[in-house]
């Protein structure tokens, strides 16, 4: 089997000074690729600053033989996201592959959360991948090239206790992700999401003690090397990894029920059953799509 390359490729890895992060810009750094390590270098809740773990990624880079760059820009503010990809275009010459990967915990249950709790976690997880990615778009529109993987959650898909902000980010990101899909598709810019479930700084106090070998992120990581890699044959698609095993995770719709009369309270009771329906389910790849039932019940 032939080894996956991304020689002359270059990519942007936000949150890249500690777990997943760092772990995608090695290897990829390894496969060829040229890296911008991206991370603001403040703690998991997004406190403080520092160049230095962006900067340490960088020299094992480059003692490794490959080429990297360190940028400690903030990607939850405008000038900050156009610098890490700016750090791309002055060290490389291009951008082609972004993974938007950087983000921290506010945990709180709701009745406790604040509005800055909220908005904090918000602002580096959705709004920073937003950021970033308009800052990369122009260029891969105009290369006719590129390949974004955006970080979920199993949170965000399916919501977890004491993290009202963190799902809403991430659950944000499948909605952006497929947006991103539809809108580069034309120019071969793909993007895909993943939910993780891997032991990092971000989740050692979630997950059980004796996982953190089993969870690794190094059964993360290839994963995305093969979502941004030029050969990669989906866009628009989630998939949760974690511990060795990648599954693709979908919205979908069952049957459902519906009727020509008067739709009423008690009509939507008595067919309760039907409307949970979950077989058969189609997914939908657009809007148009899930209309499809819709437009065929209204004209039957």
Same mark, same amino acid.
């Not at 406790?112 to 122009?138: C, Q, Y």
């Given at each position: ?43 998991? =809740?997004?406190?403080?600053? =520092? ?77 920073? =991948? ?58 071969? $810019? ?36 093969? +979502?941004?890699?030029? =050969? ?42 039907? $409307? ?17 039932? +819709? ?6």
């Amino acid at each position: 089997m032939s080894e996956l390359r991304y020689d002359g490729r270059v990519a942007v890895v936000t949150g890249a000074g500690h777990g997943l992060g760092r772990q995608h810009a090695l290897e990829l750094a390894a496969r060829g690729a040229k890296v911008v390590v991206n991370d603001l270098g403040g703690d998991r =809740s997004g406190v403080g600053a =520092s160049a230095g773990p962006a900067q340490e990624v960088v020299e094992e880079i480059t003692k490794n033989g490959g080429e990297a760059v360190a940028s400690p820009d903030n990607v939850a503010t405008p000038e900050g996201a156009e610098a890490v990809v700016g750090a791309a275009l002055e060290a490389f010459g291009k951008v082609d592959i972004v993974i938007n990967n950087a983000g921290i915990l506010r945990d709180r249950s709701f009745k406790n959360m604040t509005v800055e709790e909220f908005d904090a976690v918000i602002a580096v997880h959705l709004r920073g =991948s937003f950021l970033v990615t308009k800052a990369a778009w122009p260029h891969l529109r105009e290369n006719g090239y590129g390949r974004i993987v955006n970080t979920s959650s199993p949170a965000g898909l399916f919501g977890n206790f004491g993290q009202a902000n963190y799902a809403t980010a991430k659950m944000g990101l499948v909605g952006f992700t497929r947006t991103l899909a539809h809108e580069g598709a034309k120019y071969d $810019i793909k993007a895909n999401a993943i939910a993780p479930v891997a032991w990092t700084r971000m989740t050692e106090d979630l997950l059980p003690p004796d996982s953190a070998e089993k969870l690794g992120v190094d059964k993360v990581t290839p994963l995305v090397a093969y +979502l941004v890699h030029e =050969s990669v044959p989906v866009s628009g698609e989630v998939y949760t990894v974690g511990g060795g095993r990648v599954a693709r995770v979908f919205v979908a719709e069952g049957p459902g029920w519906g009727t020509k009369d008067a739709l009423s309270v008690e009509a939507i009771r008595d067919n309760w059953e039907a $409307i949970n329906a979950q077989e058969p389910y189609i997914v939908p790849k657009n809007p148009g799509e899930q209309m499809a039932p +819709l437009i065929q019940h209204l004209g039957s």
